[in-house]
């Protein structure tokens, strides 16, 4: 019986972990901060341009979009 040698142990592992275990990537174009900014620099009644943004991953609970009354999350 053949014995695998640690290093290629190794490498046959780490092969396995990236191809099996799903990678989720989350790269957002503006941060919380930056969304509420935007929204609170918007005039009265108008909507901020947040055209062609990515908001994916930005986590927005807690924050009142009709007054921008933002609650710290809990």
Do not use: C, H, N, W
Request: overall charge positive; hydrophobic content about 50%; proline content about 5%.
């Amino acid at each position: 019986m053949k014995v695998l040698s640690l290093r290629r142990f190794r490498y046959l592992l780490l092969s396995f972990l990236a191809t099996a275990m799903p990678v989720i990537v989350v790269a957002a174009d503006l941060d919380r901060t930056q969304v509420i900014a935007q929204i609170a620099a918007a005039a009265p009644g108008e909507a901020p341009d947040l055209t062609g943004k990515d908001l994916a991953g930005v986590d927005l609970s807690g924050v009142d979009f009709k007054g921008l009354i933002y609650s710290p999350r809990t």
